[in-house]
């Protein structure tokens, strides 16, 4: 099969790649590099022989030479949590880009789009999550993203496009959660809230099966889909699970979480409209306050989405990555 995956110098896009090369599919990711991160996906995805195309999913000179002759498409780029990113970046990016894409899928006669949504469509969290649960983003991210999955599914009349809501992902290659490893490593992380909120995560390698899966079945296209691993975890779990995965004991310091979110606030009006970013502010909050709890029925039923590995397997993987890359 030939493969394009957008987005594929990023953390899902480029394990996604990798393992579409690995069982000898034809691929090709459109990119862009501005990351050290990036700069190491790239030369890890050329070694492995996929082909680069480096250009912006808001660019038709760059997604239509990238589409020509391709099977699946899996539309992964994104705009995401930058901060003091103007909101037309995020418009041009998830709505616009997402549209070009389409554009040139249909053009090139594409047998299959996923198109990669998230769970920040639900903004606010509500009992367990499902693809009927409603949908109420409380940010940009959330907003654009919500206007480009429905744009993909409302594309399917002439386009076979399945629509999948991933939530955080973690695991080796990921650099979001490289923060925690290292502070929960020297002792200095900051248990902050009685850490009973729950995040329901999924392995970098349970969503690439997940999407693959979702590719290949006769029954996703016009369909939307949530995707999230094996069960939620706490973050009392996540932490614990983390320590003894870098070999240390749990954090020391624990703190009430409402002084965070007084200050985090004051930062938030106080330095955004001088254009300085806040070193605390409200979202970096949600991980000890936000609860998730979703639901991947639909998937297993459809075309038997099975995650597998928990989060204190997935830790262990993800530190002696961190390790083997000299991160920790």
Known sequence: MRVLVTGGTGFIGSRLA????????????????????ESANRKA?????????????????????????????????????????????????????????????AQAGVRRVVHGSTIGVYGKPHGVLDEDSPVEPDNIYGVTKLEGERLALGRSGDLPVVAIRIPEVYGPGDRRLLKMFRTIEKGTFPMIGPGRNLHHV??????????????????????????????PVSTERMVVAV??????????????????????????????????????????????RKSFELSSAKARRVFGFSPSVTFEEGARRTAEWYREEGLL
């Not at 599919?25 to 459109?30: F, S």
């Not at 240390?248 to 001088?274: D, H, N, Q, S, Y």
């Open 18 to 37: 990798l393992r579409c090369a690995t069982r000898g599919d034809e691929v090709r990711v459109l990119a862009q590099e501005n990351t050290d991160a």
């Open 45 to 105: 995805l050329q070694e492995a022989g996929v082909e680069l195309v480096l250009g912006s999913v808001t660019d038709p000179a760059a997604v239509g030479p990238a589409m020509e002759g391709v099977d699946l498409v899996v539309h992964l780029a994104a705009t995401q949590h930058e901060m003091n990113v103007p909101d037309e970046k995020f418009y041009d990016v998830n709505v616009g880009g997402t549209r070009t894409v389409l554009d040139a899928a």
């Open 202 to 231: 999924i392995y970098v390698d349970d969503l690439v099966d997940g999407l693959l899966a979702a590719a290949e079945s006769p029954d996703t296209p016009g369909e939307l889909f949530l995707l999230a691993g094996p069960e």
């Open 243 to 288: 320590a003894e995965a870098v070999g240390k004991p749990g954090p020391r310091f624990r703190a009430p979480l409402w002084p965070f979110v007084i200050l985090a606030t004051a930062m938030e009006l106080t330095l955004r409209p001088l254009g300085i970013q806040p070193p605390l502010h409200r979202r970096r909050l949600d991980f000890f």
